[in-house]
């Protein structure tokens, strides 16, 4: 059984709540008070949730491994 999660963040200072991650993966993110957030903060491992978190125009979101701690998007925030 595979029970590896990816920890899911929105830096809400950062975030200009355009709406590009909630318009591209509603299961995951939603904009709530002009800012997006994700639907849940825990998630298991979705390749959409890395390609919205890379094309985000601030880069304000960030997925972590949860069990290594591994920033996985932005790359080189690790």
């Given at each position: 059984m595979d029970t590896t999660r990816w920890?899911?963040?929105?830096?809400?200072?950062?975030?200009?709540g355009s709406g590009v991650c909630a318009s591209?993966?509603?299961?995951?993110?939603?904009?709530?008070?002009?800012?997006?957030q994700p639907v849940e903060e825990r998630v298991e491992p979705d390749e959409e949730v890395l390609d919205i978190a890379d094309m985000c125009?601030?880069?304000?979101?960030r997925v972590v491994d949860e069990a290594s701690g591994k920033v996985l998007v932005p790359e080189d925030d690790a």
């Open positions: 920890l899911v963040e929105v830096n809400r200072r950062t975030c200009i591209a993966v509603p299961g995951h993110f939603t904009v709530v008070n002009g800012k997006s125009p601030m880069g304000a979101i």
